[in-house]
């Protein structure tokens, strides 16, 4: 499940100065999304690319699909374009205006009922339960929901997820990043997105590290027994340079076989030889896959500057990377045979050299002093792949 971050950034934050603040500190910290005023779409524009979702309160509202198809539009059009609109500001939404008895009547669910072929949003503060069946209802319309309550630990959050979760993008209202973990984790579902009310950099950069944390696997790593370690002569290898430093217990998942990948070290140990490369990962050699952040896998041969790769430590904690480079040379080359516990035999290729480093049952070990009987640290599924997707068939490696 995929989860987004938005920072409230309209004219209840304070004037341009304040609104400006928060929407720099989002873009640095990686939000997705921005809500504000129709007004200030062009100005957040200007200040980077972040999706930007617009209160619809007084007119329309330009969208970007709509600029290319527009005939004579104006600079003004132009400068206004939104990536959604989002109605009940000054409206039902936000209590500005009655709920009508009837639904039917309403301005706000008749606005998002227009036509058009953009996204929509609907805001909803959650002022009682007829608020709440008023955001089912809105749900029904809206590309996303957001939900928003005067006091955060009162929203029925629970009833919505269960109820609209499958129809619209839920987004929660949050002023910290400890209510949107909460958001994200309840009923073990959690809402789709939180909308974060705060002026405080550190707690938007929080926020976010708290979206990638909810989107990450832990993966369960086992130990698998070293069979055989031969020299297999030389490869083309494969260096992975990441755009971020690994930590000391940290690394890829990379191997002959997709259904058994070993953990290798990232290089973040000193040596007498080789000044270290924590951003690095000396992978193995070009047939061999990699995991990546969706749970596939690519061969070292396919990786490319801008790509993600899955990192992973000790305990099976997952986070992405981008790689900057994949460096490929040709190298004397171990041929590393293991037993799992399964009792599945897979291999793997690596470069004989003592900076390539495994995770054994006692400890770090590079893998120039692997022997038969060690163990080695890997992620094992008994599952085939085919295009890097894990696939129901037999395929045979060997």
Partial sequence: MTRSVWVKADDAVGDWDDRRARITAALEAGVDWVLVDEDDVSRVRELGDINVAAF???GDVTLVDDIDDAEGGSDDD???QADAVVVGKNGEGDATIDLPEDFSGSADLSTLRRDGDFERGAYVRILGKEYERFAETAAEEADHTIVVGEDWTIIPLENLIAR????TDLVAGVTSAEEAKTAFETLEIGADAVLLDSDDPDEIRKTVEVRDEAERESLDLEYA???DVERAGSADRVCVDTGSMLEHDEGMLVGSMSRGLVFVHAETAESPYVASRPFRVNAGAVHAYVRTPDGGTKYLAELQSGDEVQIV???????EAIVGRAKIEQRPMFRIALETESGDRVETLLQNAETIKVATAEGRKAVTDLEAGDEILLYYEDTARHFGEAVEESIIEK
Avoid at 164 to 167: A, K, L, R, T, V
Avoid at 313 to 319: A, F, K, P, Y
């Fill in 56 to 58: 619809r309160t007084d």
């Fill in 78 to 80: 132009v400068a206004a």
């Fill in 164 to 167: 609209i979760g499958e129809e």
């Fill in 225 to 227: 027994e070293v069979l």
């Fill in 313 to 319: 430590d000790l305990e099976g904690n997952t986070r």
